[in-house]
């Protein structure tokens, strides 16, 4: 077991009609004046802005609203998220909706709060000294944005999607009503769930360090999510199963199934992100599209965790070899993403990528990784392309 840290202060208000608790929370956390973020439309669709800017408006807390984060979201509304907050002097960013929007508003506070260009965080280059308080409406579970310190951000020239993690951008408060999760797609509510899974997987399948209990939360985790993933493509409007997933979505990715271990794999969202950023597919659908062919290229590399994991989450019988059993895991993965339509290679999700296109992705990943990257197995430029080609 390795030492860690584990810190999340995000105050989660969990629970049915609890976003009218959203202008309590911004004055208990000191805002003022506040830029509402969100997405492409579907939170004033729903309503749910409407009932929001009325609660603002009775508890007179001041405003502005910036829409247009797309999925993928991109560095160009970042920055004009932050020439507004500096216009308008705005103490406090309210992010409405999904990762998206939440990973494009913690962009833009860390641009408010330090000088310089804010790409140089996501390129590396430097660590942000704060941010702006962040508050969450959440209304996709998935990314675990409302917990996590990472925010995901597109720049458009060169199409580059990369990450930044730092605490300072761990939201204040997370408002997390299952209800506003039913007016989801369901390709999007499957797309969560596999990006749920993900985020404890990745941290699961390593090669160093592990700890009985934090296993014993993954595997938990995993069982629940699959099997209510199950539950919402046939009954999307099931509020125990959204209730059950949203909350899984914070917790696989607030650091908690990842205490004692080596911080994990993370190669399956490395990969991913080229594919976002390329081609503009749904996080939770590249990630399906991708793990099988990452699972069969490192397996060998990390058979112990992967027989585990065939027996304890996806219910593969403990009869054979090691590897015939960690192989059933992997076939038994795949055949739960075919149950909720997941895309289990890159021509289900719709990508005809070339082999310049892939050599292309496989660099620009290797470059985002410093060279490599993995814990279930080390991969180096070369192995990312082979990754890919098996994708197709
Ligand atoms: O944009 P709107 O109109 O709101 O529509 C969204 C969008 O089209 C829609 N949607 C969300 N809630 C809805 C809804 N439609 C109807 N009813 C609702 N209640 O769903 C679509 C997807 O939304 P988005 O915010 O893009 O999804 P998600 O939460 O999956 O976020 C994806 C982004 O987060 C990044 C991904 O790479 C991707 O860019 N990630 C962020 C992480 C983090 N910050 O910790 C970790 C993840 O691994 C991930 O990389
Ligand atoms: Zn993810």
Redesign the pocket.
């Known amino acids: 077991m390795f030492d860690f840290k584990y810190y999340t202060p995000t105050k989660v208000v969990f629970g049915k009609g609890t976003e009218s608790k959203v202008a309590e929370l911004i004055k208990e956390f000191g805002g003022k004046k506040v830029l509402i973020h969100?997405?492409?439309?579907?939170?004033i669709?729903?309503g749910?802005m409407k009932k929001v800017t009325d609660t603002l408006d009775e508890a007179g807390i001041s405003y502005v609203s910036l829409g247009g984060?797309?999925?993928?979201?991109r560095l160009g509304l970042v920055r004009e998220g932050i020439e507004l907050c500096k216009k308008e002097n705005i103490d406090f960013l309210l992010a409405v909706?999904?990762?998206?929007?939440?990973?494009s508003a913690?962009a833009i506070g860390y641009g408010v709060f330090n000088e310089g260009d804010v790409w140089d965080f996501y390129d590396y280059k430097r660590q942000a000294k704060g941010c702006l308080p962040l508050g969450v409406i959440l209304?996709?579970?998935?990314?675990?944005?409302e917990m996590?310190?990472?925010?995901?951000?597109?720049k458009e020239e060169g199409l580059v999607?990369r990450?930044y993690?730092s605490d300072f951008g761990r939201a204040k408060f997370a408002i997390m009503n299952p209800e506003?999760?039913?007016?989801?797609?369901d390709y999007?509510t499957s797309?969560?769930c596999t990006?749920i899974m993900?985020?404890t997987m990745e941290r699961y399948f390593s090669n160093g360090g592990h700890m009985e209990l934090t296993d014993s939360l993954a595997e938990g985790l995993l069982r629940t999510v699959k099997e209510n993933a199950k539950i919402l493509v046939k009954d999307p409007k099931n509020y125990d199963a959204r209730a059950e997933v949203m909350w899984a979505g914070s917790l696989a990715?607030n650091g908690l199934t990842g205490c004692g271990s080596d911080g994990g794999d993370w190669m399956t969202?490395k990969l991913?992100?080229e594919l976002?950023g390329l081609y503009d597919v749904?996080?939770?659908a590249g990630?399906a599209a991708i793990w099988g062919s990452w699972a069969r290229y490192v397996y060998k590399d990390c058979l112990p965790r992967f027989k585990r994991f065939a027996i304890k989450v996806m219910d593969v019988p403990e009869v054979g070899t090691d590897e015939e059993i960690a192989l059933k895991g992997i076939e038994a993965v795949e055949d739960f993403y075919r149950e909720i339509n997941m895309p289990t290679n890159l021509r289900e999700l719709g990508v005809n990528a070339t082999e310049e296109d892939m050599k292309v992705m496989a660099h620009k990943c290797a470059v985002g990784v410093n060279g490599g990257k993995g814990s279930a197995k080390f991969l180096k430029e070369e192995d990312m392309f082979a990754i890919f080609k098996a994708a197709k």
């Open positions: 969100y997405g492409g439309g579907s939170v669709r729903s749910l984060a797309v999925p993928n979201p909706g999904g990762g998206s929007a939440i990973d913690k209304t996709i579970a998935a990314t675990g944005s996590s310190d990472s925010s995901v951000i597109t999607k990450g993690s506003l999760t039913m007016t989801l797609p999007q797309c969560g990006d993900m985020h990715h969202h991913e992100h976002g749904a996080h939770g990630l």
